[in-house]
């Protein structure tokens, strides 16, 4: 990889995070990433019989599952959350060229594959689940994975966006500087303001945006885009091929991806069950998330 110019947010600014009490785990070698230091919550017995794996999406970062991963650690698992580059306490390149649907990607399994999981669970919402859902085409990752948490997500194969995205694209293609707390308080107004200022954090000016305005650009929406080949493998494997225990949560306040696109979602994956429907969440439904892995749990007989 070409070395790639990239700024990283200053430690101070994640000095007080309200329910994120874990130190950050750091990665900056993984092979074809040398220079970029990637950041990760790694929390719970190392050994654990089972790893949920969560994956944020766009523009919130590993925070978005504070209220999960107390939930999942309860039950004797491992739990490892990884920032995407662009976002979280991991490095952010400067130049929207330089995110593309495969450096995600990539970047995960190369994580995954560093930290060894095992029996793991995915874990997903938004682009967690629009690359995290792709993972499994990749023999090593299909061979880790056992179980299934997916939340208001699409797998992406070129299918045009609905007006609801369409106009998320453009407000973000339109507003470098994207006040980041500000809209995830629109969309969850519960959040504290410390919890808003959170979510701000990884971001000290517009010049660390990059990756926050490149996702929605990145959408596969439209015939020969990058990722489509794996989104349309993907779709393939979850329909045809899983046999795993999937759990599905679904944010119904989500303009964008509520319970119909979910409930279409859910019909492409093989033995999934009726969904969990929070009637008054949005698109972040995670932050509704004690009660989603709550029921996932018993659900999963854990």
């Not at 969560?54 to 004797?76: A, K, N, Q, T, V």
């Not at 994975?145 to 998320?168: D, E, H």
């Not at 944010?251 to 999934?272: F, H, N, Y």
Request: aromatic letters at 10%.
């Amino acid at each position: 990889m070409t070395a790639i110019k990239a700024l990283r947010t200053p430690d101070d600014r994640f000095a007080e995070l309200p329910g994120f009490p874990y130190a950050p785990n750091y990665a900056a070698d993984l092979p074809g990433y040398e220079g970029l230091r990637s950041h990760y919550i790694d929390v719970g017995p190392r050994k654990a019989r089972r790893t949920f794996l969560c994956l944020h999406g766009e523009p919130d970062w590993s925070y978005l599952y504070r209220r999960m991963i107390p939930e999942f650690l309860e039950s004797g698992a491992r739990v490892v959350a990884p920032d995407f580059f662009g976002f979280g306490r991991s490095d952010k390149p400067a130049r929207v060229e330089d995110y593309g649907f495969h450096f995600h990607r990539d970047f995960l399994l190369r994580l995954v594959e560093r930290l060894d999981l095992r029996d793991i669970t995915l874990v997903v919402g938004d682009w967690g689940g629009v690359i995290g859902l792709t993972l499994p085409v990749d023999a090593g990752f299909r061979a880790r994975l056992t179980r299934l948490i997916v939340m208001n997500t699409l797998i992406a194969t070129g299918r045009p966006a609905n007006s609801a995205f369409s106009r998320w694209r453009e407000f973000v293609r339109n507003t470098p500087d994207l006040p980041v707390g500000v809209l995830m308080r629109r969309e969850e107004p519960s959040l504290s303001d410390a919890e808003t200022v959170a979510y701000d954090a990884p971001f000290p000016d517009v010049t660390y945006k990059a990756g926050v305005r490149a996702f929605p650009s990145l959408l596969m929406v439209q015939p020969g885009m990058e990722g489509i080949e794996e989104s349309c493998a993907a779709e393939r494997f979850w329909s045809e091929e899983w046999s795993g225990q999937s759990f599905m949560a679904i944010g119904a306040r989500d303009e964008s991806l509520g319970v119909p696109a979910m409930q279409a979602l859910r019909a492409k994956i093989r033995g999934c069950p009726e969904p969990m429907i929070l009637q008054d969440a949005g698109h972040f439904v995670q932050e509704r998330g004690q009660a989603i892995a709550r029921a996932a749990l018993a659900a999963f007989g854990a």
